[in-house]
C-alpha cells in the first residue's frame, strides 16, 4: 500500500499543466509564430513580391529594373516626361543615360518583370542611337 502512495506522490510532482509551463510553452509558440510571420515577409519583401503601394499618379515611377549582382542593378526610371537610366550599387547611384518618353507608350508599367526588361533596353537605346546620328 505505501509503494502505490509514493508513485500517486510522484506522478502528482511532475504534472505538465503547471502554470510556469503553460505560459512557457503558450510564450514559446507565440514568438516562434511572430519569427515566421518577419521570416515571411522578409523573404516577400527580398524577391519582391511586397511592393509599396503608390497613391495617385507618382512624380517619379519605376519603369523596368534589373538585377546585374548581389547589390548592383540597373533601372529604368520615369519623371516628368523624361525616362533616365541609373546603374544603382549599394552605396552609390549613377546617372547611365536620360532619354524623352517615347510617344508611343500611354501609361508605363510599375513592376515590370525580368523578362521585359532587355526588349525595353534595347528598345530605348536603339532610339537613342537613332536621335544621336540626327
Known sequence: MQDKTQTQAVTSAV???????????????????????AVCAWVARRIGLARPLSKGTPALSV???????QRARVVVIEMNDKRILL??????????????????EAEPVIGA????FQPLLMKILKQRKVESTK
Open 15 to 37: 504534472d505538465p499543466m503547471t502554470p510556469g509551463s503553460l505560459l512557457a510553452n503558450v510564450g514559446g509558440m507565440l514568438a516562434l509564430v511572430l519569427i515566421v510571420i
Open 63 to 69: 519603369v523596368a529594373s534589373h538585377a546585374l549582382g
Open 87 to 104: 546603374g544603382v550599387t549599394a552605396t552609390q547611384i549613377n546617372c547611365l543615360a536620360s532619354f524623352d518618353k517615347p510617344q508611343d
Open 113 to 116: 518583370g525580368a523578362d521585359d
